[in-house]
């Protein structure tokens, strides 16, 4: 059985994921209630017990010289996983594995490039290691929080809208999880068009859907649980959330 933490180590975890560097044992001790000896103590139980793994910086690769970042889908066959895991974080340009409970797609890795020979080559290395890369994606941004049951009891609860970011122009694109009582819930995405669920300028871009990534086409069905990718170039209203929402 793992160690057992109450809230006050949930609280801990929370702020030292917000911003390890900057949070201090006192930082922490004043929003938390304790005394800042208390929270080095758990902090190292924490440690000791495996459950802070470490603390790791969070690099712009895009800013280091215009690296590039690729996110690989990989398949090891009937090879260890663990061990093709080990094998590839040697491979040059691999800054990050993390192996999956399943069959297909069972190794996830996210590498860095000066360019898109330097892709290749890296592609090639991991290939050559005897593991298939099912599918790659080019990554644009990436975007941390900490876990938010974690956090401070008296904050409200978040919204099931988890992101918003501006694209060319005044393009929104928000990332949402279809809740049960959506009305856009088991449509598909031309029933939902013919339905005034969406308006024309608003496009799913992306679905994510028991760790699978569909491609939306017009035949594509909303399903209750899908993380769903929207764009608009004007902009998304509250309607076109409350599609997705039901709220």
């Known amino acids: 059985m793992g160690l057992q933490i109450d809230t006050v180590d949930e609280q801990i975890l929370y702020y030292l994921s917000q911003d390890a560097r900057h949070t201090s044992a006192p930082d922490i001790a004043e929003k938390v209630d304790v005394s800042a000896p208390t ?14 793994r470490g603390y790791h910086t969070n690099i712009d690769y895009q800013r280091v010289g215009g690296r590039l970042m690729n996110h690989y889908v990989c398949s090891t066959g009937n090879r260890n996983r663990q061990e093709m895991a080990q094998r590839v974080l040697d491979v040059p340009g691999v800054i990050n594995v993390r192996e999956i409970m399943s069959g297909k797609g069972d190794l996830r890795i996210k590498v860095t490039g000066s360019d898109t020979d330097d892709l290749t080559r890296i592609a090639q290395d991991i290939s050559a ?15 941390f ?3 938010a049951p974690f956090g401070p009891r008296d904050q409200e609860v978040v919204s099931p809208v988890t992101g918003v970011a501006g694209l060319a122009g005044d393009a929104d694109v928000v990332e949402v999880i279809v809740k049960e009582q959506a009305p856009i819930a088991d449509k598909t995405l031309q029933e939902a068009n013919e339905q005034g ?11 994510n859907r028991n760790e699978e990534t569909v491609t939306p086409t017009g035949e594509t069905r909303i399903q209750e ?14 309607e076109t959330l409350k599609a ?3 709220e």
């Open 39 to 52: 929270v080095r103590n758990r902090i190292r139980r924490l440690e000791e017990e495996g459950i802070i």
């Open 129 to 143: 290691l005897g593991i298939e890369i099912d599918d790659e994606d080019l990554i644009h941004r990436e975007y």
């Open 145 to 147: 929080r900490p876990f």
């Open 197 to 207: 669920l969406l308006t024309s300028d608003v496009l799913v871009v992306r679905i």
């Open 225 to 238: 649980g899908d993380f769903v990718t929207i764009h608009s170039r004007s902009g998304l209203t509250d």
């Open 244 to 246: 997705f929402t039901g």
